[in-house]
């Protein structure tokens, strides 16, 4: 057990006991090795399972609209997980004061494809550490280098603090390079339109409509998705190009300003398809005409959202650009 | 002859303040340019416009009233910011941006949509043939769905 396992625990333990939350939600740990799982604590005595290191790869945020507005939950969060719970109090999807957030730096999360690339043989456990991930498989020891492993959206994380945690455990770490997604993006931009469509296509027709990505996002809370609409049907529902072009552009574009660039989408995805690409240049665009910023706080609306007369500016004859 | 490309026009039945401009456009509009009406810009939804792209159409047309001076008081507000960002969208991921068109019309823009129309599809007749998302299959070829 680590030192931040823990505090966490004690923590979660002090809250629980104090009656301050109902539930704690943070991880546990599972029989598969390499994925441990989103969990619900409420008994103290449950509390022995809780687990977290760097293969924790859900985004917590995602269960809080489980709870109806009274259930005072306290979550574990990171800087991506803490900027989502803060966009789902902008839309009113559980109160802050009945939240407690118990807010860890986090070092980036795993991604355990590439662990499983790296060794190709079953493995049995590992330990998590700073630098180097120790995987013990059926042959030998693998003793991994920690940032080769981590997953893309965490290599260009900007915020890896949680900036309105009501606890924090461990160390602050250094804010990231907001240059990683804008060089990302541009680069994309860059590409000559028949590139950036092939690409597009290339991505999207893998699709096999599993909505893993839809399931795994703290964002995507609708009751009833479009796609899941049936009268009037809005898109193609099956795996055809139209249907699966239609969901990866609607799916990103209604993440405009809601995105905090967790990567969830990426991880849950079985058939390994980009999708920040599309959710990070609607990020920068927001960043770049209206300054804004998802989850940096939980009162500012999103753009979208937040419209005034002071586009008026904007509003051009014929011009679609502001 | 060269057929003409196909136009999509959703319209704001607010924004035609001269009645021969909106009965120009209910009855005589040329037979490319398919109008679907709408209660305001802020009824636009972005999948209307992708439908209508994955249709086939070669351009959108979207007329609107100016700022203050929308019926709902700021519905072409919330349009204007969605639809201008989701017609960059697009651009990003293969569909020329020049396709998609904003009309925002004033009082006194008496017969400006006849010539902005006009203007438009000389410009799409142009530009090369769009079909990179013009993916959906229509009931009478197979599709699953019209």
Known sequence: MTELENQIRTEAERLLREGLVDVVVAFRKEDAPLRPQPAFFTRVEDLENLVYDGLCANNLANYLTRFPDETRVGMLVRGCENRSVNALVVEKQHSRENLTLIGIPCTGIIDWRKVVEHTGEDIFGYEDSPDTLTVRARHQTYQLPRQELLHPSCQRCIHPNPLSADILLGEPLPEGDPALIRERVESFEALTRAERSAYFKLEAERCIRCYACREACPMCYCEECFVDHNSPRWTESGTSPAGTHAWHIIRAFHQTGRCTSCGACERACPMDIQMTYLTDKLGKDMWDTYQFETGLDHKTQPPFAAFTLDDKKHFQAGGAQS | ?146
């Not at chain 2, 904003?102 to 823009?109: E, S, T």
């Not at chain 2, 010539?115 to 009478?140: D, G, W």
């Open chain 2, 1 to 146: 002859m060269e057929q003409k490309p196909k136009i999509a026009f959703f319209q704001c039945q607010w924004c035609l303040y001269a009645p021969e401009d909106q009965e120009w456009v209910d009855t005589q509009l040329p037979v490319n340019i398919h109008l679907i009406k709408v209660p305001c810009t802020g009824r636009i939804d972005p999948l209307f416009i992708l439908n209508a792209v994955q249709g086939g159409a070669e351009g959108v047309v979207i007329s609107g009233c100016l700022p203050e001076k929308c019926h709902f008081k700021e519905g072409n507000l919330a349009a204007r910011r969605q639809l201008a960002e989701f017609s960059s969208f697009l651009d990003y991921v293969g569909y020329d941006q020049e396709r998609v068109r904003f009309v925002w019309l004033d009082l006194q823009d008496r017969g400006r949509i006849q010539r902005e129309l006009a203007e438009f599809e000389r410009k799409l007749s142009k530009l090369t043939p769009a079909k990179t998302l013009a993916t959906r299959i229509s009931l009478n070829e197979g599709g699953a769905n019209d």
